[in-house]
């Protein structure tokens, strides 16, 4: 097998999750895996007493990561929360512009703001004014906040952005409905993040969308520590062919984040 990119890595803790993966964490969790690079984000929940500011300190220390470990993290994606209403405006230019991350990250149900909102527009609006950037969007179907049809509308509002569904195979209702929208957003792209294991679900999505759509994702560091990413597995072991392992693995990656 060729190298392999996980695209769903987070860095920092959350406390409502009781989990945490600083960068020696994550990198050990990595090599446990045989993964050789990454993409990186804030931890879904990340602590943020400070409001804004501590947004601004998370989004530096993933500017500092990326500078020191340009070897096994690729590009990384910040946060401008929409609960900070317009204030996030000006961290949404800091981040694409003088820490030249590659994009914008968001789990809604964190943040309690649904994808739909008049300032998720705002914030997107803005990030489009720079070059082939990244909008990475959890998705969940059970949500309020953060359904996939809600990606949709934002995917169709602004044609020309990339944006990535993170986690769309938790279960077959999502599956079919990430799927649903693939069809009509050449624009969406998806991870493997939190795969449900039963009904051959790689195989039916590189059946219906094709290959060229799919990036590994882990999730890391939530699951455990032992070595073990079900998502990868799920990767391996489908009957796909060995061309469209290596694109899932690792070239939707490079050309989806221009690297």
Request: proline content about 5%; hydrophobic content about 40%; charged content about 20%.
């Given at each position: ?64 990561t990326l500078?020191?470990?340009?070897d096994r ?7 401008a929360e ?178």
């Amino acid at each position: 097998m060729g190298k392999i990119i996980d695209c769903h890595v987070h860095v920092g803790s959350s406390s409502s999750l009781h989990v945490s993966g600083n960068e020696d964490t994550v990198i050990k969790i990595m090599n446990d895996n045989g993964v050789d690079h990454a993409i990186i984000f804030p931890m879904a929940g990340f602590e943020d007493p400070d409001g804004i500011q501590s947004t601004i300190v998370m989004n530096n220390r993933l500017a500092d990561t990326l500078k020191k470990y340009p070897d096994r993290f690729l590009t990384g994606l910040g946060a401008a929360e929409p609960r900070h209403g317009k204030a996030s405006l000006a961290e949404v230019d800091r981040v694409l512009g003088e820490l030249k991350l590659k994009g914008l990250m968001f789990h809604n149900d964190f943040g309690g703001v649904p994808i739909d909102a008049p300032i998720m527009y705002e914030i997107v609006e803005r990030a489009s004014q720079y070059p082939d950037i990244v909008i990475m969007l959890h998705t969940a179907q059970h949500s309020l906040l953060e359904p996939p049809f809600m990606v949709t509308a934002l995917a169709r509002r602004f044609p020309t952005v990339k944006f990535l569904n993170a986690h769309p195979m938790m279960n077959p209702t999502q599956l079919g409905a990430c799927i649903d929208q693939a069809q009509s957003c050449s624009n969406i792209y998806f991870d493997t993040t939190i795969s449900y294991a039963h009904e051959f679900l790689i195989e039916k999505f590189v059946k219906e969308i094709g290959p060229d759509r799919l990036m590994y994702g882990s999730n890391c560091p939530y699951y455990h520590y032992s070595g073990y990413s079900l998502d990868k597995e799920l990767i391996e072991v489908a009957d796909i062919s060995e061309a469209d392992r290596r694109k899932i693995f690792y070239e939707n990656a490079i050309r989806f984040y221009n690297l």
